[in-house]
Structure formats: structure tokens, C-alpha cells
């Protein structure tokens, strides 16, 4: 009787900790970008208000930021974004950052078009061994008597942001017919996300 008690109790504490622990991270991280962005902005509503108000820098960053998805949107603000794009590129070491930074969050966007064409599996990095990747593009490399069509595919090797770039041919790739976003999640989720069955096509670029 106390054995059953004691797994069931086990059990029923596992259960637990498996959906808490993720809402606790999920807080965590979240109210920690708050109190770095509150106190980031915090200080300059504090400066023209006299007093402190909590919360007040991190509404004042989200509406700052609406307001430039806004300006961005439309064809005059786009033309004084991209006025202070080219004199920001002027700054040697913000140009290097700034162009790094705007490039991978750029591949990322679901609006960019020309970013990653698909999810796929390519055969890396070695023969018998798989790894998931998005398809950018297709190189051709020239030698004297003969070309060589190559894939490149982005394989991630730290979550998402961080990885490599591998040339392979189109034997090595298998195409997918995962979204680019439902891809997106498999990598974040460690694979977890991966469906139990993945459906391969032969769709090429576009």
C-alpha cells in the first residue's frame, strides 16, 4: 500500500514539474525582459514625470516600436528609414554589427521572401547521419570542364541563430513538406516539435 502510494505520488509529481517548469521558464525570461526594458526607458519617463512608475518604460519601448512598424509600412517613412539605414552604415564598427545582426534577423522574417526556401533534411555531416536545415539557394560551381549544381542549406547548431552553411548536391537533401515556421519551432523545440511522420516532396527553388 505504501509502495503504490509512493509511485503514484512520484508519478503524479513528474506529471507536474513536466507542465510547470515551462509556464515558470516562460515567466521567468518574460519578466526579465521587462524589468530590462523598463529599466532601460524607465529612467527618461522618470526624468520628465518626476516620479517613478512602474511599467511606464516598457509600454513606452512596445508603442515606440508600433509606431515604427507603422512608419516602416508606408512609402515616405520607409524613405527616412532607409536616410538613416545608409548614415548608420557610415559608423565603421555599427555598420559591422548593425549589418550582421539586420542580415539573420532578416532570414528569419516571414515577410522576406528571398530568405530560406524550405525545410529540409540533408544527409550531414557525415554519410548515414542527418541533420535538419533550411535550403537558401542554389550555387553552381565552375571548373575547367564541368559545373557543379550545389544546394546551400543553413544548419543550425546552437538553437537557431548560430550554425553553418554546408554546399551539398541534391542527393544529400531531402525536401520536406514542413512550413518554414513549423521548421523554425522544431529547431527551437530541440526536435521534440518534429511530427512522427515527415511527408518528403520535390519541390526545387524558386
Known amino acids: 500500500m505504501a509502495e503504490s502510494i509512493r509511485v503514484t505520488f512520484k508519478r503524479k509529481f513528474l506529471a507536474g514539474l513536466i507542465v510547470t517548469i515551462p509556464?515558470?521558464?516562460?515567466?521567468?525570461?518574460?519578466?526579465g525582459l521587462f524589468r530590462f526594458i523598463d529599466g532601460i526607458l524607465g529612467p527618461f519617463f522618470d526624468f520628465f514625470?518626476?516620479?517613478?512608475?512602474?511599467?511606464?518604460?516598457?509600454?513606452?519601448?512596445?508603442?515606440?516600436?508600433?509606431?515604427?512598424?507603422?512608419?516602416?509600412?508606408?512609402?515616405?517613412?520607409?524613405?527616412?528609414?532607409?536616410?538613416?539605414?545608409?548614415?548608420?552604415?557610415?559608423?565603421?564598427?555599427?555598420?559591422?554589427?548593425?549589418?550582421?545582426?539586420?542580415?539573420?534577423?532578416d532570414a528569419f522574417s516571414p515577410e522576406n521572401k528571398s530568405s530560406f526556401k524550405k525545410f529540409v533534411i540533408a544527409e550531414y555531416p557525415k554519410q548515414g547521419a542527418y541533420a535538419f536545415g533550411f535550403l537558401t539557394k542554389e550555387c553552381?560551381?565552375?571548373?575547367?570542364?564541368?559545373?557543379?549544381?550545389?544546394?546551400?542549406?543553413?544548419?543550425?547548431?546552437?538553437?537557431?541563430?548560430?550554425?553553418?552553411?554546408?554546399?551539398?548536391?541534391?542527393?544529400?537533401?531531402?525536401?520536406?513538406?514542413?512550413?518554414?515556421?513549423?521548421?523554425?519551432k522544431i529547431i527551437l523545440s530541440g526536435g521534440i516539435a518534429a511530427p512522427s511522420k515527415i511527408a518528403e516532396t520535390r519541390e526545387e527553388i524558386k
Open 23 to 31: 509556464a515558470v521558464i516562460t515567466i521567468f525570461v518574460l519578466a
Open 140 to 184: 553552381i560551381v565552375e571548373s575547367k570542364n564541368q559545373q557543379a549544381h550545389l544546394k546551400a542549406v543553413y544548419i543550425p547548431t546552437n538553437n537557431l541563430y548560430l550554425g553553418e552553411i554546408v554546399l551539398l548536391d541534391d542527393k544529400s537533401i531531402t525536401y520536406t513538406d514542413i512550413p518554414i515556421e513549423d521548421g523554425i
Open 49 to 105: 514625470l518626476g516620479r517613478h512608475i512602474a511599467g511606464l518604460g516598457f509600454i513606452g519601448a512596445v508603442v515606440f516600436v508600433f509606431l515604427v512598424g507603422i512608419i516602416s509600412t508606408n512609402v515616405f517613412g520607409k524613405k527616412i528609414l532607409n536616410l538613416l539605414e545608409r548614415i548608420f552604415l557610415k559608423i565603421p564598427v555599427f555598420k559591422s554589427i548593425y549589418t550582421a545582426i539586420k542580415q539573420l534577423v
